[in-house]
């Protein structure tokens, strides 16, 4: 019988929807809670772990007490090796790298774990490069490599390593974010290490791409000058984050949050860096809105990727149809399979979204690409 370890990050990805940006340190997480912010990883590890029900009676699971993984292993039927006892406290880092160690010495074939890039450099300092991994995406921003595009991929790709497909294993990034200047809407990424992860590409969503390239500024200002041109009145515009939003933003002469999400009504920003909540309620005033998102370069990601905020509840409230995406040319090149992704939490709203969609790329170019 096959063992595979698997741990949660239960407060992974907290910050996201409340505009925190991440969710490392204790102050953060307590900040979240205060504003009304949900756990959502455990919910996205039982997605993964499904997908592994089909071996039940061929694989026994090594987990982490309560929250970081037994409660959700015995909620998909499963009898897991427990380690250790259960907490007194909230969930450390240093709890996932403890864990970790214990399941290496207990000969796991693979870990498949739940979090963002904090708890992928934890499982790092534990394992390095002595066992494959999974990474189930839970976390906020996830410039890492080693997740998969949604949580269903990540147990689907376990799945196949497990049942004894011949994948081979390759290594991707870890990468080290600066979480304190991500809040002052500088973004600090550096390598940290490589895990070994089974070779699928369709299955894992790649590193996040860097900046713009120096003759993307040309087209920068022609998206920005469409946008506002089109922009009609009385209507609520949600600008997402990132560089090329920004360059909306500064078109109209409006302070921006690189990271985050703001609203404009009438070309005057309204709302600066705003919550799920506050959007939700600032939607409840029924006003026709519209949200402008642009995907993460190397990714393709548009939603669940940093923008959290911009949630399925959001998103259905604003509706399909009015959703714009914008991206230079260079963008759309840096995607793989020139493909965009959406993973909100919600599948019927990750149906609703994929398919072809228009993409602003120039002030009087189109691009159709394809959301899977």
Not at 174 to 191: N, P, Q, S, T
Not at 194 to 209: E, H, R, V
Not at 221 to 246: H, N, P
Not at 294 to 305: A, E, K
Request: net charge neutral.
């Amino acid at each position: 019988m096959k063992k595979i370890g698997f741990i949660v990050n239960p407060l992974a990805g907290i910050g996201g929807s409340v505009a925190l940006k991440g969710s490392d340190g204790e102050e953060i997480v307590e900040r979240a809670f205060e504003l009304g912010a949900v756990c959502k990883s455990p919910e996205r590890a039982i997605s993964a772990l499904k997908k592994l029900q089909p071996l039940k009676d061929k694989i026994e699971i090594v987990t982490c007490p309560e929250e970081m993984g037994e409660n959700e292993a015995k909620s998909c039927g499963f009898l897991p090796v427990v380690i250790g006892s259960s907490f007194q406290r909230r969930t450390q880092a240093s709890d996932t790298i403890h864990f970790a160690k214990e399941m290496l010495a207990r000969n796991v074939e693979m870990i498949l774990f739940a979090g963002g890039d904090g708890t992928a450099r934890d499982i790092y300092d534990a394992v390095g490069t002595e066992l494959p991994v999974v990474g189930i995406p839970a976390g906020t921003k996830m410039h890492s490599g080693i997740y998969a595009t949604s949580p269903e991929d990540a147990g689907e790709l376990a799945f196949l390593y497990l049942s004894g497909k011949q994948l081979k294993v390759k290594e991707l990034e870890v990468m080290d974010i600066d979480e304190e200047a991500f809040r002052r809407g500088v973004v600090k990424a550096k390598l940290y290490g490589y895990l070994k992860i089974p070779d699928a590409p369709n299955f894992t969503q790649g590193t996040k791409g860097g900046g713009h390239q120096a003759d993307d500024q040309f087209y920068l200002k022609g998206i920005a000058e469409r946008i506002v041109t089109e922009m009609e009145q009385d209507i609520f515009y949600l600008v997402g984050s990132g560089t090329t939003c920004r360059a909306i933003m500064e078109k109209m002469g409006l302070e921006n949050t690189l990271l985050g999400v703001d609203v404009v009504l009438n070309k005057k920003l309204v709302m600066k860096d705003v919550t799920e909540h506050q959007l939700l309620e600032l939607l409840e005033q029924g006003k026709q809105s519209k949200i402008i998102v642009t995907p993460i370069g190397g990714q393709g990601y548009i939603f669940g990727r940093g923008n959290q905020q911009l949630s399925s509840r959001v998103i259905r409230k604003v509706g399909i149809k009015n959703v714009l995406v914008i991206a230079t040319p260079s963008k759309i090149q840096s995607l793989p399979q020139h493909r965009l992704h959406v993973d909100t939490g919600e599948k019927e709203v990750d149906s609703m979204l994929k398919g072809a969609v228009r993409v602003i790329s120039a002030l009087n170019e189109v691009a159709v690409l394809e959301i899977v």
